[in-house]
């Protein structure tokens, strides 16, 4: 079955400093893979998405990610954090390449940011 | 730019009652969805519509749920005796419906359901 690993509960960084979020899926077809981002009360919004072709893929709010299928992984990156960056983020896989358009997410990693 | 929007944003119920929580997708899509998220645990698909039916349900979407599109622009999800266990927050989605690619889905902020 199809799964998708944040292994980091929770992060907290500094201001201005990078971030890299980890997300692993373990999925047999040809991935679709997604980056959400949940603001407090707030839903989910969609940071990026990788679907084919170059494997690192820009996003929205200067994030990006990058897709490497010899380790199953396509982590989330930002050079330089900022304060409102603080939320928490959701890595997801689409199963469409089984016949299925639900979504399978990982189980989020909060981001704090120091000031 | 387009969003989902969802109402009510809380609500609070006795357990045994019936809840409807609403959901307005994005106004040309025709693929529609609920989540739910129980506190401190994963985003779980409970159920996908198209074209005025059910395409797919997770096993959490027993006999007790229900989704309807009563109008040409909302979207219902019914749970029609609630349990202690379905209090999450619940999140509606909708995307494109060209099913020959990928769908992006566009989520709503959620509604959250406290079962007392």
């Known amino acids: 079955a199809q799964s998708v690993t944040q292994p980091d509960i929770h992060i907290t960084v500094s201001e201005g400093a990078s971030l890299e979020l980890r997300c692993n899926y373990s999925?047999?077809?040809?991935?679709?893979l997604f980056w959400y981002v949940q603001s407090p009360g707030q839903g989910l919004q969609l940071l990026l998405k990788y679907f084919s072709g170059d494997t690192l893929v820009q996003g929205i709010k200067g994030f990006e990610a990058e897709f490497k299928r010899s380790q199953s992984s396509f982590n989330l990156r930002k050079p330089s954090v900022h304060w409102s960056d603080a939320a928490e983020y959701f890595c997801?896989?689409?199963?469409?390449?089984?016949?299925?358009?639900?979504?399978?997410f990982g189980k989020g990693t909060k981001l704090s940011v120091i000031p | 730019e387009p969003e989902v929007t969802q109402t009510p944003s809380h609500q609070v119920t006795q357990m045994g009652q019936e809840v409807i929580l609403r959901c307005v997708p994005i106004?040309?899509?025709?693929?529609f969805y609920w989540y739910r998220q129980i506190l401190g645990q994963k985003v779980e698909f409970l159920v996908s519509?198209?074209?005025?039916?059910?395409?797919?349900k997770s096993e959490i979407f027993d006999d007790q749920f229900s989704v309807e599109r009563p109008d040409g622009s909302n979207f219902t999800l019914k749970i029609r005796s609630t349990k202690l266990e379905d209090s999450a927050m619940y999140f509606c989605?909708?995307?494109?419906?060209?099913?020959?690619?990928?769908?992006?889905?566009?989520f709503g902020p959620g509604t959250r359901l406290l079962v007392l």
């Open positions: 997801a896989v689409d199963n469409s390449g089984a016949g299925s358009y639900q979504l399978t």
């Open positions: 989605a909708s995307s494109v419906g060209e099913t020959s690619v990928v769908e992006t889905q566009y």
């Open positions: 999925y047999g077809a040809t991935p679709y």
């Open positions: 106004s040309n899509h025709l693929y």
């Open positions: 519509f198209y074209n005025n039916e059910i395409s797919e």
